[in-house]
């Protein structure tokens, strides 16, 4: 908003020190900052009406480790509502709102966002785990998906639209043609459940998606900007830079919710904030041709997403599990390892695959 008020009044001549305001890198700052003050002062009063609301909290997985029961049960969910809250008034402050790229991401982090709030809202209504059906889940995150895809694809210029870009190489493109919005409608979907696969523990989950939000922000900036895009040699996307004020403002209410969501969470995400950051993460991996990227960047997520598949496989195949229990982090558990040594070493590996995704921008 802030963005269009400064172009109209230079437009008109009116030039002032309000011009910095123009700048991607100030905007993305200040976009960054704001969205952590809204959700520290949004918080409390969030939480509180939360706890109101759901009287008995989530319900837990009788599944799961004792202890991880006995220690979740009455903490109240759908605290990805903060998130979403403060990234949009943020992004609608200083944002650029005629850029189709910052509409496509967001509405698709909405959408997931509704989505997983569905889920939640079924859970609570039922006292049990069970939320939307499969189908119904997944019909309507293939749809969102889908729509992304072809609205990013439209953004997009023609030499780029339907093609895979490779990391470690410069001048690779896989023509994917008519295929390539059903790719994207995969990787969509795929880290909108990975990211709710890994959101198990206190912090878990916020941790590496702020990593990743940090990395897509550079990323996002130098794909937008032409001169860096050449002196890299990755492809530039016009219109993509404005996605870096995106990533900071989902930085900064990832923080803000972090600050809740420490060991011992005062609140959970639930499916209402894993689900549409996933959801976020993918989108904007596809709108600046990084999807590759994003498996090294979130491999914290594909890996959490893989124990679940290879331990549904083989003890379908043999009757045995190849985890204690899965996700993987729940194996830790099992193993006795205490929450916050999990949550902060795999915060480790989330930094180090992080540097490894900004590596791929030299090492080509």
Sequence with gaps: MLYMLISH???DGHITILNLLRYITF??????MTALGISLLLGRPLIRMLRRIQREGQPIRAVGP???ILEKTGTPTMGGGLILISLVISMLIW???????????????????AIGFADDYRKLARRNTDGLSKRARLGGEFGISLICGLWLQYLMPPELANHLAFPFVKDLLLPMGILYPAFAMIVITGFGNAVNFTDGLDGLAIGPVIVASL???ILSYL????VFADYLQIHAVPGTGELAVFCAALVGAGLGFLWFNAPPASVFMGDTGSLSLGGALGSLAVAIKHELVLCIVGGLFVAETLSVVIQVFWYKRTGRRVFL???????FEKKGWAEPKIVIRFWIVSIVLGLCGLATLKLR
């Design 9 to 11: 009044a230079a437009h």
């Design 95 to 113: 944002g650029d709102l005629e850029n189709g790229f910052v509409w496509a991401v967001m509405l698709t982090t909405l959408g997931f966002g």
């Design 325 to 331: 229990m899965a996700p993987f982090h729940h194996h």
């Design 223 to 226: 794909v937008g900007n032409h």
């Design 215 to 217: 990395v897509f922000a």
């Design 66 to 68: 004792e202890r991880h």
């Design 27 to 32: 905007r993305s700052g200040c976009a960054c």
